[in-house]
């Protein structure tokens, strides 16, 4: 059984930077497809970005898109969301999730593609 276990969450003021960590506990996280969701209060978890292990690439939310990436530290057996000019509405507890079979740009942003889920991580972002 894998654990995903999230740091680095916290205060920030707007246009301010967070990276995020999700660190596994046992598997390969190199070889897993790897999401990132966030709830806000009162709002249903919604997709942020995503690493697909079907074609090896970066895929945002209009909503991100320029400010958020992915990176990944196989040594480490860790990703990251690195989080850039950060925004109010980017306030929510964010959570990683990695799907250990191939993951398809168009199904990630499905919850039920994912096997595994970390215990989410606060961002506020308040002056």
């Known amino acids: 059984q894998v654990q995903l276990v999230q740091s680095g969450g916290g205060l920030v003021q707007p246009g301010g930077s967070l990276r995020l960590s999700c660190a596994a506990s046992?598997?390969?996280?190199?070889?897993?497809?790897i999401g990132w969701f966030r709830q806000a209060p009162g709002t249903e978890r919604e997709w942020v970005s995503c690493f697909s292990s079907r074609d090896g690439r970066l895929y945002h939310a209009d909503s991100v898109k320029g400010r958020f990436t992915i990176s990944r530290d196989n040594a480490e057996n860790t990703v990251y969301l690195q989080m850039n000019n950060l925004k109010p509405e980017d306030t929510a507890v964010y959570y990683c999730?990695?799907?250990?079979?191939?993951?398809?740009?168009?199904?990630?942003?499905?919850?039920?593609?994912?096997?595994?889920w970390g215990q989410g991580t606060q961002v506020t972002v308040s002056s």
């Open positions: 046992s598997g390969t996280l190199a070889y897993f497809g």
């Open positions: 999730a990695a799907d250990k079979g191939p993951l398809d740009s168009n199904d990630s942003p499905n919850e039920d593609e994912y096997d595994y």
